[in-house]
């Protein structure tokens, strides 16, 4: 079953992050998608173009050019290739161009703080298959949002999917940043919809010594429990929302107050580079403490330290996947139960791809 067939890797016709929206801002960028070279680069008007990265005239790729107007010029004869249409509109040796030539485009948009790309049937990118702004919490003045970095991943996107599908492995993996025992304590509960999958607890603990202290700040400590929910939310195999537990009630106390007990979302961005290989961009965004950059760079830090421990342990898996042969059936357990449903979920997905 997915994802551990080899000829059964990539699905195509899905929206995934190409890169920060930031990133284009210098000029173009090059990066391998779906094993294919993709060169990335804002046209006149700020839209962004995404197109096949080799130039078709003596293959050099186009991300080391310059953009002109529209067009990426290529940086070794000169030859420009517009990025809406992919068309050749200049060969600076000679007056004609090729005019029917076209260079492939993929479909791009700028979607909150992401550059988007479908690799897929360009008549089945829809927007609204893109996960919903307001919904996900990226959007401004709301929520502020930090991009914390690009984790090159050398393990396939569905390690990572898994991995955030089943939060039982804070206690042992983030054991050293987190006291994760609320999450062995607490049963998850699955709820389904058709675009999206959410993975919740309710969980009744105490003060999170270390995390917490992190999050809220120690001088606002309490005695007694709470009750927080943490997500994981899967809207896609390119996209997945964590958070940081919605504070739902304090115990002594009649309400929340949500300038200090605020909700800290982390973005799971997972784009394949390879079959074996991701593309993790780290996003993050909350809803309190708006303009502390100082607590910005605590979290990023905090956030970049978990994931890069996920990122390492991803690692280690696919190098047990490429050089061992694994014997006998997978242990599964009740904390699997929301990653079988996202595999099923894909392999469906899969399936109707290859009608
Ligand atoms: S290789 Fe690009 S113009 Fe020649
Ligand atoms: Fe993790």
Redesign the pocket.
């Known amino acids: 079953m997915y994802p551990f067939r080899n000829d059964n890797v990539f699905l195509r016709n899905c929206w995934y992050v190409a890169a920060f929206n930031n990133e284009l801002d210098a000029g173009p960028i090059e990066r391998v998608i779906l094993d294919e070279p993709v060169v990335l680069f804002r046209m006149a008007d700020a839209t962004p173009a995404a197109m096949f990265g080799i130039?078709p005239?003596?293959?050099?790729p186009l991300g080391r050019g310059k953009v002109v107007g529209d067009s990426i010029q290529?940086g070794?004869?000169?030859?420009e290739f517009d990025g809406r249409s992919g068309s050749c509109v200049k060969i600076p040796s000679q007056n004609a161009v090729p005019g029917r030539f076209r260079q492939k485009i993929y479909p791009a948009v700028e979607h909150g703080p992401w550059i988007w790309i479908w690799p897929g049937e360009p008549e089945l990118a829809h927007k609204d298959l893109l996960p919903p702004l307001a919904e996900i919490g990226v959007l401004q003045p709301d929520w502020r949002v930090d991009h914390v970095g690009l984790l090159p991943t050398a393990g396939r996107a569905q390690l990572l999917v898994e991995n955030l599908l089943d939060l039982t492995h804070v206690a042992f993996l983030h054991g050293a940043f987190v006291d994760g025992a609320a999450f062995l304590q607490h049963p998850v509960e699955i709820v389904e919809q058709p675009l999206q999958l959410m993975a919740h607890r309710q969980m009744r603990s105490a003060w999170v010594a270390g995390f917490y202290d992190l999050l809220f700040g120690p001088q606002h400590r309490f005695q007694g429990s709470h009750l927080a929910e943490t997500q994981t939310v899967f809207y896609s195999p390119g996209y997945i929302r964590t958070n940081s537990g919605v504070i739902h009630e304090i115990e002594g106390r009649d309400s929340v107050d949500r300038s200090v007990f605020g909700e800290v979302r982390f973005h799971h961005i997972l784009t394949p580079e390879t079959a074996q290989r991701t593309h993790y961009f780290s996003t993050m965004s909350r809803n309190y403490r708006l303009d502390d950059n100082g607590y910005s760079i605590a979290m990023g830090k905090l956030d970049y330290d978990v994931r890069m421990q996920d990122v390492v342990a991803v690692g280690e898996i696919e190098g047990n996947l490429q050089r061992f042969s694994m014997h006998g059936p997978e242990l599964l357990a009740r904390s699997d139960a929301a990653s079988m449903r996202v595999r099923k979920r894909m392999q469906e997905m899969l399936d109707a791809e290859r009608l």
């Open positions: 130039c005239h003596r293959y050099y290529c070794y004869h000169g030859f």
